[in-house]
């Protein structure tokens, strides 16, 4: 996809970002009767202080976002992975649905890791849904390798990561 400009959001990004993961969700339960949470600027805002939002935009419309932090989610068990010093973890990464299967998604996650690289970072990680409304394929797409399965309040969860 071209025209994309990729930059860091910054607070008046918020109710955009709001609004492009309130859209991806209402996509992702039409698809899929996958109910999620509704996203706020507040929220969003939250996002900023825990890490840095990077998006995409395309005419200056913000068609996907991620969030990059230091601090491990949740979700993950860091066992998987290989014993770096400074990962980086990918979490809530959106593209509107619009501009799925473009490439928009791919370039955002391209720029994420030569950012990581910059700040350095030695390693990027993420989980996705072992479901059908995941994006474990996206990533293999990608060129994330693999690095297991585990099950987390009894949601399957896949195991990504990218080693710099």
Request: aromatic content about 12%; hydrophobic content about 40%.
């Amino acid at each position: 996809m071209r025209g994309l400009a990729f930059s860091t959001a910054t607070p008046p990004d918020a109710e955009e970002l709001a609004a492009l993961r309130n859209a991806v969700a209402a996509d992702q339960f039409l698809r899929f009767g996958v109910k999620s949470f509704n996203t706020t600027a507040r929220g969003t805002l939250c996002d900023m202080r825990w890490g840095t939002i990077l998006i995409a935009r395309h005419k200056n419309q913000i068609v996907s976002s991620l969030l990059l932090v230091k601090k491990k989610p949740w979700a993950i068990d860091v066992s998987y992975f290989t014993p770096v010093e400074h990962p980086l973890y990918v979490r809530s990464m959106n593209t509107h649905p619009v501009f799925q299967h473009c490439g928009a998604g791919t370039r955002l996650l391209k720029h994420a890791l030569a950012f990581a690289r910059r700040n350095g970072s030695n390693a990027v990680r993420l989980d996705a849904f072992d479901a059908p409304h995941g994006a474990g394929d996206f990533y293999i797409k990608c060129g994330w390798a693999p690095r297991g399965r585990a099950l987390y309040r009894k949601t399957p969860h896949l195991y990504f990561e990218y080693l710099l």
